[in-house]
């Protein structure tokens, strides 16, 4: 099977594309290196994944692109004819949107149509894509399901990833392409992203600086491991969407479609308090945060809990590994990689 992985550079793209290469995949990759975060530690990813490709023998190419870029993009699908896209890059991070709006729009509206539409024009046989569980905004009515009101998100980035559900809904209906949306929650482990709050958190206590807690603590989210993430992805890509026989449209089911096209929550169904994961970040390290406790960030919510029930009936899996276990291998990780 030929996979195309965009945003293999980061966090997600590169553990996935770890996993295709062992199943013996024929894995290209794109991303484009942006400075969002720390640029060498994305340069890092590949060369371990050149590495793993030539331990295994596995086949893997790697293109630096952007998603933007419709001609070039083309090139790589036309010679590559990948049977399964898995749509990764995106702009990432509430906050930031706030100070950069435009890099959102250029990469989370235009580069997503870019890539789908190319999936279509090459009759990709399964198309899978980020979502995150930032659409349900200002809901707060928990667990979150897939068939929960979505149309009232806090954030650029939420609107930017509810409109590429919108959108893939719209090519499954109109060229029957099997699209499958992923509303990720809290990814973590080694390997990480340096902008998410366990990374940042870790390196300020090991130089006895302050970590900001916002909402003054006050904060529940559903960490999700990054080994059950690829899990999740890897029996995603053997099962692509199908359409739901007697679908109601007079009561529709967001998660859904009388065409190929399914949303799932991909969270681990035990959402943790902050001062819980802050306290698992401080045992690993056996050091004590200095902490600051600041009031909520705009775009934040106070709260995120997945209901996973659609998922496990689809795919017979659904994430399980404790908060304990997974800082304890992110920590692992941190320190040996930053020595």
């Not at 990813?45 to 070039?72: G, P, T, V």
């Not at 950069?100 to 729009?105: E, M, T, V």
């Not at 046989?125 to 707060?140: I, K, R, T």
């Not at 990833?161 to 893939?168: H, P, V, Y």
Request: hydrophobic share 35%.
């Amino acid at each position: 099977m030929k996979i195309l992985i965009t945003g293999i550079a980061g966090f997600i793209g590169y553990h996935l594309a770890i996993k295709c290469l062992e199943e013996k995949y024929e894995v290209i990759g794109i991303d484009n290196l942006n400075n969002y975060y720390d640029v060498n530690l994305k340069k890092k990813r590949i060369e371990e994944l050149y590495k793993k490709s030539l331990s295994l023998n596995s086949k893997f190419k790697y293109h630096i692109n952007n998603i933007e870029d419709y001609e070039k993009i083309e090139k790589i699908y036309k010679s590559f004819e990948p049977n399964c896209v898995i749509h990764l890059a995106a702009q990432a991070g509430v906050r930031y949107s706030l100070e950069n709006p435009l890099a959102y729009i250029n990469t989370n509206l235009l580069g997503f149509g870019n890539i789908i539409e190319l999936s279509k024009k090459y009759k990709v046989d399964n198309f899978l894509y980020a979502s995150s569980s930032s659409v349900y905004g200002g809901n707060e009515n928990m667990p979150y399901k897939e068939s929960s009101q979505v149309g009232h998100p806090v954030s650029l980035y939420a609107a930017t990833k509810r409109s590429n559900e919108l959108i893939a809904h719209t090519y499954s209906n109109l060229y029957s392409l099997p699209c499958t949306g992923l509303r990720f929650f809290t990814v973590y482990g080694p390997w990480g992203r340096p902008d998410m709050a366990y990374f940042s958190f870790t390196k300020a206590i090991l130089k006895n600086e302050p970590i900001k807690v916002f909402n003054k603590g006050k904060m529940l989210r559903d960490f999700t491991y990054i080994d059950d993430v690829v899990e999740i992805l890897h029996r995603l890509i053997n099962k692509p969407a199908v359409l739901k026989k007697n679908f109601n449209k007079k009561e529709p089911d967001p998660s859904v479609s009388w065409a190929p096209h399914r949303i799932f929550n991909v969270g681990n169904s035990n959402p943790q308090p902050l001062m819980d994961y802050i306290l698992a970040i401080e045992e690993a390290l056996s050091m004590k945060a200095n902490k600051v406790y600041l009031p909520m960030q705009p775009g934040d919510v106070k709260a995120t809990f997945s209901d996973n029930e659609f998922l496990k009936e689809w795919i017979g899996f659904q994430p399980k590994t404790s908060i304990k276990f997974g800082i304890k291998k992110f920590v692992e990780w941190y320190l040996d990689f930053y020595k």
